[in-house]
């Protein structure tokens, strides 16, 4: 029987050759390893990992490799926002390392993020699929660009902004996270043949692992020390950043007085104050509640090995540690 | 007999309407008016319009408004780069207004830029074609980027630095300025149904065109004033942008000690120095032997109306006054 850590370990090998192939250092070099930087410094690759598997769901005999190409573009789209947000947010440190502005600068960052961006779309004309298919991805892939820079925008807007509604976070987050996910899973449909209301099926679960994801990761983001997450702990609440958890709290009467120069200990309390108004528990529950209605879409699919492999990634999605 | 200034007014109208049909004001809007801030500024719109002739010299019974999509991805693309170009230059006006980053913010900008990226391909998903020639497009609109990626590096890696050889130049230039030209002029033509050394010559012309055109540009930042560029007289040399006049000046032993806070007479004699030593009129040379060599790739198409237009369009490149 198949197991999901172990499939997730070959998939992520796959896709990170791939990854290597398609993004090769050429002149001129610096350009290349800017762009390569955070890929190489390595990721769990789970949204190309949802188009394989998404794909493999609806057609079990799918050649993989035909379609690897796609399952790279969906990465490559995902590590460009990742060096352009960090230019935004100005962040220094990702994955551990240095982010890509901090290591090169920032118009060099903006370009390796554009180059990123432009590769995404050349590798995934080299999917192996018919044309109408291919056209369907284009465009798909195409939107969901537009879309993550429209979360990006509200993400930013939303900024010190206390009047978010949990409505509209869940937008921003649909957009700016869950959209690249729900592509990956229906672009997989799409590539292995899925009639409309199986791809709608697969995009459905993409959002809701999407958000569950994000929601997740801002948990992660107040809970978790450096030495595991690579990054700040509470780096959200530093930089005003709205999430489940905050806007929860602030919904319910919690004051947060966060300034930029908070201490460790500072951040400590704070984290405190979320769990005791129960905000961090709330943020769990609603994810859970998003993964769970997800994973209910899938009931239009064959069971099969893969299927239960799929439901298991939506439930990993809000069990991770980092 | 078809006039060329003519058929440039009406295929701008048809490009502009397009373009405003395509990127459309909706939630979020601010974003989506950054995003056409340049854009409806005005522009020539050289690119799609060089996209739409060729299509036409080489089926002149073609249906522009099936390949208009493809024109209008075509400028989406340069505007994009134009976005994020002024915020790597740090440029506060372009076509005499504020640049987007100046009005929005970086991030904004930044976003703004991406946005018109991804609208460019999904835009081009637009385009009637058959499906083979729309992988075509997609992959040689992909590769473009990427190369208009390595020429932007190139540009930044080569402000200040005395010892770029003309060959290097002429290099960069290609990629950053004139692989979007040949892009345009061989997409018109492979959605013609062009014959692969038609569409050759075609992106040859459109390589000429594109590097007479900046070549142009560069004579045109130290020549013209204000009131009629809309941007500041001199600010290539300012930004110590190394340029055709400014590699021929340099290895000609003309010193030019120009400062940030240059005033207007320091630029005036500047320009002087670039003229006595011939820098002008050389990059004037060159610009015109390019145009006529990329001419000359054009003789494998019929003669026609449409033919002698191209012509003409590619002779207008280096004789416009702004």
Not at 172 to 187: G, L, S
């Amino acid at each position: 029987m198949r197991e999901l850590q172990n499939d997730l370990k070959v998939k992520r090998e796959c896709v990170d050759k791939a990854l290597k192939d398609f993004v090769r250092i050429t002149f001129p070099e610096e350009l290349y390893r800017a762009a390569r930087h955070l890929i190489d410094s390595g990721g769990k690759r789970l949204r190309p990992i949802l188009l394989l598997l998404a794909a493999e769901a609806v057609n079990p005999d799918i050649d993989l490799t035909d379609i690897l190409p796609a399952a790279v573009a969906i990465e490559l789209v995902h590590n460009f926002t990742l060096v352009h947000d960090d230019i935004m947010d100005e962040d220094v440190t990702r994955h551990g390392i240095e982010t890509v502005h901090v290591k090169w600068g920032i118009p060099q960052a903006l370009i390796a993020g554009d180059t990123l961006y432009a590769k995404a779309f050349e590798v995934l004309s080299y999917t192996k699929t018919n044309s109408e298919n291919m056209v369907k991805c284009l465009r798909l892939l195409a939107k969901t660009c537009v879309d993550i820079c429209i979360g990006q925008w509200l993400d930013i807007r939303f900024e010190n902004d206390k009047q978010v509604s949990e409505q509209e976070y869940i937008e921003m987050v649909e957009n700016k996270t869950a959209v690249i996910y729900a592509a990956a899973a229906a672009m997989g449909g799409i590539l292995a043949g899925a009639k409309e209301e199986e791809i709608r099926a697969l995009w459905d679960l993409g959002i809701a692992v999407g958000i569950g994801f994000q929601i997740r990761d801002d948990i992660l983001d107040i809970i978790t020390p450096f030495e595991i997450l690579g990054k700040d702990r509470g780096s959200d609440l530093v930089e005003g950043k709205m999430t489940l958890i905050v806007i929860h709290a602030l919904h319910h009467g919690v004051k947060l007085d966060i300034k930029p120069d908070i201490t460790e200990e500072g951040i400590q309390e704070a984290v405190q104050i979320l769990q005791n108004a129960g905000s961090i528990g709330y943020a769990m529950t609603r994810a859970t509640e998003l993964i769970n209605s997800g994973k209910s879409k899938l009931s239009i699919l064959k069971d099969s090995d893969v299927k239960r492999e799929l439901l298991e990634l939506a439930d990993y999605m809000i069990e991770r540690e980092y």
